[in-house]
């Protein structure tokens, strides 16, 4: 049976080069909070991944959680952000940016002076947060949105992925998934608002469906995709709760009448979360048709089975890509991967921000240099 990883695949009208897709991954490269041309370099050395799904991007100065992440609400960043689509096409790549509003994840350190942390209810999310200036912090309690603060906050997202497409990228991924902002009305352990946005399944979905709506009629269906994760628990969010399943296939069933071009499921359980049950993977699949990504502790044989089964029609692989910028050719070749430094994931090591970043040689540097 021929591999089906390594060859072409199409998603909606876009052609990719392959069914492997580099799943979002915070990197922390984007001083000021604005795309460089380290960052365009960074993610041009993987563009022959089929599909390149940048790393969380807040779609608000309000979303701006963690130290040195990106937005896309600025001229200033669109610019940074041509930068990056430029490279990626010059070599035949396809990426989208993923829109990520941290919501409670976050702290005041880490965002402008009149920007604030929100959420859809005044709990704060367990843990500490990193703060360049005061290292480890602890989450503060966020203050809750108004309901008319909400509607606006889906017009900033909806106003964001017009700017992406300005900026020259292919699509959006909506992040909502792992504890972030979407994830946080969803979960009801993060949600105890009374309002319409709060309560019931369908009340919890509304954020969620109305930033998807509003983003296909701006951009298109075809540029617009989504990622939920299922029984996650990142982030403090209750990785189960009565109405996970009902909550997910409204979601899916919703997401496909909008004719989103991707859903894009995370399971976390290869870093210790729990497994996304089969039969839930199943059950999403049946009410939404369009493409399905999952993502989540891959290797080639498990990928190649999924995507041979039906299971999945793009599979995403994710730290793989931080060592190897070559990850699709070393994993059609069989050949052994680097392994990565986790200590320059978000920061970078003492020679400077490339460190750990753009310094990771292809397989052809590395036999080179034996």
Request: aromatic share 8%.
């Amino acid at each position: 049976m021929a591999s089906k990883l390594f060859s072409p695949a199409q998603l909606g009208q876009l052609a990719l080069s392959n069914h492997i897709v580099m799943a979002p991954m915070t990197r922390s490269r984007a001083l000021g909070n604005v795309p460089n041309a380290l960052m365009a370099e960074y993610y041009a050395q993987r563009a022959s991944a089929g599909l390149i799904i940048t790393e969380g991007t807040a779609p608000s100065a309000n979303g701006l959680g963690y130290a040195r992440i990106p937005g896309l609400f600025t001229p200033e960043q669109v610019a940074g952000w041509k930068l990056v689509t430029d490279a990626v096409h010059a070599k035949g790549g396809r990426i989208f940016v993923q829109l990520m509003h941290t919501g409670r994840i976050s702290h005041p350190l880490n965002m402008a002076a009149d920007a604030e942390i929100i959420a859809p209810s005044a709990i704060a999310a367990a843990g500490d947060m990193w703060t360049d200036q005061e290292q480890m912090q602890p989450q503060p309690t966020p203050r809750a949105l108004t309901t008319e603060e909400v509607k606006q906050a889906v017009r900033e997202y909806v106003t964001s992925a017009k700017l992406a497409i300005e900026a020259g990228f292919d699509g959006v991924e909506i992040h909502g998934a792992n504890g972030y902002l979407i994830d946080q009305f969803l979960n009801p352990k993060s949600n105890q608002r009374t309002d319409e946005y709060g309560g019931s399944t369908e009340n919890r979905a509304r954020f969620a469906l109305e930033i998807a709506k509003g983003t296909v009629e701006a951009i298109g269906a075809g540029r617009t995709g989504i990622r939920l994760s299922p029984h996650g628990a990142m982030n403090d969010v209750a990785a189960a709760y009565d109405d996970l399943n009902d909550l997910y296939l409204h979601l899916a069933t919703e997401l496909q009448k909008l004719n989103l071009v991707y859903l894009h499921l995370a399971d976390h359980s290869s870093m210790g979360a729990p497994e996304v049950p089969a039969a839930l993977v199943a059950s999403i699949r049946e009410q939404f048709t369009n493409t399905l990504i999952l993502s989540g502790g891959y290797d080639v044989e498990r990928a190649e089975a999924d995507l041979q089964s039906g299971r999945a029609d793009l599979v995403a692989f994710g730290r793989g890509f931080i060592a190897n910028p070559d990850l699709t050719e070393r994993l059609e070749q069989g050949t052994e991967l680097a392994q990565a430094d986790q200590a320059t994931f978000y920061a970078p090591g003492p020679e400077g921000f490339h460190q750990g970043y753009t310094d990771y040689p292809v397989l052809a540097e590395t036999e080179a240099a034996r």
